[in-house]
């Protein structure tokens, strides 16, 4: 252990045995190790983006909902992901009704002629 004047010293050595000053330990470098991303979560935003007719908007919710219950239990990362694929997973459902409901009005429209006043049906 290095006193503030540069003399070696034992390593639990209080003062220097040289000059009498303290002594100081070398400052240790802590590496945190960074916790992984949550695969559901990057399931969930890819799910999200690609849609696949619907299926995977629903698969997208279920992800996202499933992946922010594990990152609050494990403390993983990618709670923006799985945030992001929540809402990707609402808007595609959203997109489907609102599919189903413009498809059905058209085929309605199309298929159903209006009879004229003097026609019987």
Excluded at 26 to 50: D, N, Q, R, W
Excluded at 61 to 79: N, S
Aim: aromatic share 10%; charged share 10%.
């Amino acid at each position: 252990m290095l006193c503030t004047n540069g003399h070696n010293n034992a390593d639990d050595a209080a003062v220097c045995r040289i000059c009498g000053v303290n002594t100081f330990s070398a400052p240790a470098l802590i590496v945190k190790a960074s916790a992984e991303y949550s695969g559901m979560a990057i399931a969930s935003m890819v799910l999200g983006i690609v849609w696949i007719y619907g299926i995977g908007s629903i698969l997208a919710l279920v992800f996202g909902y499933q992946a922010r219950k594990q990152i609050d239990r494990t403390g993983q990362r990618g709670t923006g992901m799985a945030t992001a694929g929540i809402v990707l997973g609402w808007v595609g459902l959203a997109g489907i009704i609102f599919i189903v409901f413009f498809l059905t009005a058209v085929f309605h429209s199309v298929h159903v002629v209006p009879c004229p006043p003097n026609c019987q049906p």
